[in-house]
């Protein structure tokens, strides 16, 4: 049974930083490329940041770009996003997903995605 556990959500303030991580069980986790999706209140789910299979090419949404980096660690079949200098319009619900690699699939495509987590509650306060 493969399982998506995401950890690290919490409150924090204007400008602070927090590190989700998605642990990935019932997987070969480096066959999967994985992207980090969030979704505030009234709002569609979207993609913050996704990342290959081999870490080498990951990609953010203009909004957090230069602020928050994805990373993995295959060896440890888990997927990190470091968010600093967090903004109230930065509050989500984050998940993590995953796509099996080699397939044609659009990253920003919730749909195309194979597995997710239940997802991290992140809330910055004013």
């Known amino acids: 049974q493969v399982q998506l556990v995401e950890s690290g959500g919490g409150l924090v303030q204007v400008g602070g930083s927090l590190r989700l991580s998605c642990a990935a069980s019932?997987?070969?986790?480096?066959?999967?490329?994985v992207g980090w999706f969030r979704q505030a209140p009234g709002k569609e789910r979207e993609l913050a940041s996704y990342l290959n299979w081999s870490g080498t090419s990951p990609s953010y949404a203009d909004s957090v770009k230069g602020r928050f980096t994805i990373s993995r660690d295959n060896t440890k079949n888990t997927l990190y996003l470091q968010m600093n200098s967090l903004k109230p319009e930065d509050t989500a619900v984050y998940s993590c997903?995953?796509?099996?690699?080699?397939?044609?699939?659009?990253?920003?495509?919730?749909?195309?995605?194979?597995?997710w987590g239940q997802g991290t509650q992140v809330t910055v306060s004013s």
């Open positions: 997903a995953a796509v099996r690699r080699f397939r044609f699939y659009n990253i920003r495509t919730p749909d195309h995605y194979d597995y």
């Open positions: 019932g997987l070969s986790f480096s066959n999967y490329d």
